[in-house]
């Protein structure tokens, strides 16, 4: 299957600070990535969808300015958390869709950064 | 947009088959049913997706109710490196991303 990478695994920083993720599709070509944040004990929730070339549409209650999402090629989209404080530490995965595949809807998803904000 | 319910939580013999139920009762026509699982602090990995017919591969098998308002994902004979969250998702009309519910946490044990 397509392989998704996420850099970082693991960041730790300051309270105030920005951080960024990258996510990158390696072996395909992905139009569309999805961002979602893990809580402890809880389940992914749907941060934002990107399509590449044009501006991410956000799920209800995510701040836009806070979490900043570039989709500036096929295989590469970037998740900026400006700001950082401790309620933004959270487990963030992103995931890649396919295009052309037969089922249409396949999503791969990356291994997940875990953000420590202190 | 459907919705799926799984039970929080379950339990299976090493080497036995897990069992793993989900109801999506307002499942659509065309909407698909698919399985995810996700191992602790990893990310989601596919299992096994259907339609309307019972679907097998090298990992699970997915047997769809002929009304399709239920599905059972079995995993044949269940290791220890089965032991995960289980998300049983319907494709939600119109939309791109899948979206989780809670999830069934399995633990195999020996």
């Known amino acids: 299957g397509a392989v998704v990478s996420q850099h970082p695994s693991r960041v730790i920083c300051k309270s105030g600070t920005s951080v960024k993720i990258e996510c990158r599709s390696l072996d395909f070509q992905a139009t569309t990535m999805f961002w979602y944040r893990q809580f402890p004990k809880q389940s992914l929730m749907l941060m934002a969808t990107s399509n590449e070339g044009s501006k991410a549409t956000y799920e209800q209650g995510v701040e836009k300015d806070k979490f900043l999402i570039n989709h500036a090629s096929l295989t590469l989209s970037t998740l900026t958390v400006t700001s950082a404080h401790p309620e933004d530490s959270s487990f963030y995965i992103c995931?890649?869709?396919?295009?052309?595949?037969?089922?249409?809807?396949?999503?791969?998803f990356g291994p997940g950064t875990r953000l420590t904000v202190l | 947009d459907a919705k799926t319910t799984q039970p929080p939580s379950m339990d299976c013999a090493e080497g036995r088959a897990a069992n793993l139920p989900c109801n999506h009762s307002?499942?659509?026509?065309?909407?698909?049913v698919y399985w995810y699982r996700q191992i602790h602090s990893q990310g989601p990995q596919y299992i096994i997706h259907g339609l309307k017919n019972n679907e097998t591969n090298e990992m699970a098998s997915l047997i769809i109710t002929e009304d399709r308002k239920s599905s059972t994902l079995i995993l044949p004979h269940a290791t220890l490196r089965d032991t995960a969250v289980y998300y049983c998702i319907v494709r939600v009309n119109n939309r791109a991303a899948l979206i989780f519910g809670k999830g069934t946490t399995l633990s195999v044990s020996s």
């Open positions: 307002t499942i659509s026509g065309n909407e698909y």
């Open positions: 995931s890649a869709r396919q295009p052309g595949l037969a089922r249409d809807n396949e999503q791969f």
